[in-house]
Structure formats: structure tokens, C-alpha cells
């Protein structure tokens, strides 16, 4: 079995959008978040006898020397694994924790929708979908009474909205955003961020803006492929939350999903039971659990003990007399 770990190559080409989620794999987004959360965007080929794959991951560094490995940093889509069947998944990562062992990795961090038997998960993670099928209209007809009335009432007061990328537009979501994570008590990415995606990644990513009276009071930045629109960070004005405004965003984005050809609007993660997990379940008709594991990667020992290289010379040098005392009081602890 060998292993090579390799810093991702940055590609100086743009990626066309072609599969859902392609943003993730992208060298450009990968780059971005690494540089925001200090991590390095590798490359992690293991190769065995008759099988070998490559898996995009991160690594982290510590100030002593050891090195955790992750896989899903900021999104578990960040950390597919190309051409692994769900089957083999659990597989494949007992292999790349076993060839760890000859590296400096201390701890492998997996975020995941595929679970692994016998490991723990370590979150309460759940990611809600809008597939829209067989259509728009019947997703509406299959929403409660209340959660229509409720989505109808902004736009009663005249809630507007526009879909697109620009300063404008982020000067604006960025607004929305830190006061939503002030009001959360949560930290905010720095604004240079979400620059950095609508510069280096402008074909895959796009900002929902929603308005009353020219007021800013609702907006997402989103990830856009040609099958999926995710929904990444929202925000949400203060005094707006009693009027709707977030339910009528996301009700316009799942139209917006229908008439741009799309398959899925993806709602992201939440915390299971959680308010925000129950705000979304108005809307979901899908769902998946989101694994959070932590591998610590065990060294192998070495062969020899210090205590048994002791013993061993011991013995070589006084009677056999020692070596029976020796035996009946160290040999119970090289089974």
C-alpha cells in the first residue's frame, strides 16, 4: 500500500457548470476555503494492490507538527470521492486511515452524507431538499394552508425580489448577513470571502435579494449548477422577521428552481429539532443525514518494546535464575 498526499494545482482555466455541486471541486473554491479556515487543499492518492483513487481533501497543520486530514471542510461536498460507490465507502476510508499510519497525520475529520459503521458521528447535522417534481404547482398544492397564507403576506406588502450577481447586490446580502449572525450570537465570515467567491467563482454563484419599500430585508447567496441551486448563507433584517420575508425567499427561489430547469433547490444544513431544521420542514420533501467523524490515526507500535529490550539484556547477562523471576513477573504483558 503507498500513499502521496500533493498540493492541489491551481487551474488558470474557468469551469464550466455542468453537474450539480461542480463548484466544490473546483481548485478555485477549494482554494478560498482553505485560505479562510487555514487549511491546505491536497490532493490524497492511495494506492493498493489492484485498486488506487484519489480523494480532494484539506490539511491542517498544528503548531506542534501534527496534522489532521479533512474531508468536507465548510461542505461535505467538498470532500467527494469521485467514482466511489456508496457500497465501498466505508471501505475506502479504512484504507486511507490505514495508510495514514505512515505519515504524519495524526486525526482524519470525515463530513459525510455516507455513514460509516462502527464510528461515532460527532454531529446532529441534517440536510433538507426541495426536489422539484413532478412540478412547482404540485409542490404548492402539497404545502399546508397556513405555511401559503404565510408566504402570500409579504408579498401583500409589496415584497419584491431580483436574482443576480453584482457589488450592489453583495454590499446588501453582507448587510443582511452580519446582522442575522449578530442577532445568532455567530461569527461572521469577513466580507473580502464572499468577494472572493463572486470574483474567482462568478459562473456559480448568484445573490437573491429581497425588498419592501426599497428596503433590503431578506437575501442568500447561493451555489447555482445546472441542476441544483444550494443555498449557502442567508440574512434576514431585524425588524422584517414577523412579516415572512425568509418563508417568501425561499418559496420564490423554488420557483425560480422551476423556470431555470433546475432540479433541486437544496435549503443546506441544519441541526436536527432545531428551529430553523422546523422552519425548513414547512418546505423540504427530502432529507439526509449529514455525519460528522473523527478518526484518530493509530501509529503502529514498534516491534520491541523499551521494557522487553530491558528484560532482554537482563537476561543475557545474570543467571537463569533472574530469567524465571522475570517470567512470572513481565511475561503477562507480551501477549
Known sequence: MSITITPDQPSTQPM????????????????????EFRLKPVQVRVATTGQAFTIPAFLRTHW???????????????????????????????????ALTTTKVDCLEIRTPQRIPCLNDTADKVELNVDIQPSVETIWQNLSSNTRKNIRRPLKMGFTSVIGLNSQLLDEFYQLYRMS????????????????????????????????????VVSSLNFVSEDEVYGAWS??????????VFLAMLWQMIEYCGTSGRKTYNLGRSSAGSNPHQFKLK?????????????PIAKPSPTVSKVQEAASWLIRHTPEVVMDGL????LHKFY
Do not use: W
Request: aromatic share 10%.
Open 181 to 216: 449572525l449578530h442577532d445568532l450570537g455567530s461569527l461572521p465570515h469577513p466580507k473580502s470571502f464572499f468577494m472572493d467567491l463572486m470574483t474567482q467563482c462568478p459562473s456559480q454563484v448568484e445573490i437573491f435579494m429581497g425588498y419592501i419599500d426599497g428596503i433590503p
Open 64 to 98: 506542534r507538527g501534527k496534522q489532521t486530514l479533512i474531508i468536507g471542510a465548510g461542505f461535505d461536498k467538498t470532500g467527494l470521492i469521485p467514482n466511489i460507490a456508496a457500497d465501498d465507502y466505508g471501505t475506502v476510508i479504512e484504507t486511507l486511515a490505514q
Open 283 to 295: 418546505l423540504a420533501n427530502r432529507s439526509h443525514k449529514i455525519y460528522y467523524y473523527q478518526l
Open 16 to 35: 464550466p457548470v455542468t453537474v450539480t455541486g461542480e463548484i466544490f471541486s473546483t481548485s478555485a473554491f477549494r482554494a478560498i476555503i482553505a485560505h
Open 327 to 330: 517470567s512470572r513477573v513481565l
Open 235 to 244: 440574512g434576514i433584517h431585524t425588524l422584517y422577521k414577523k412579516h415572512n
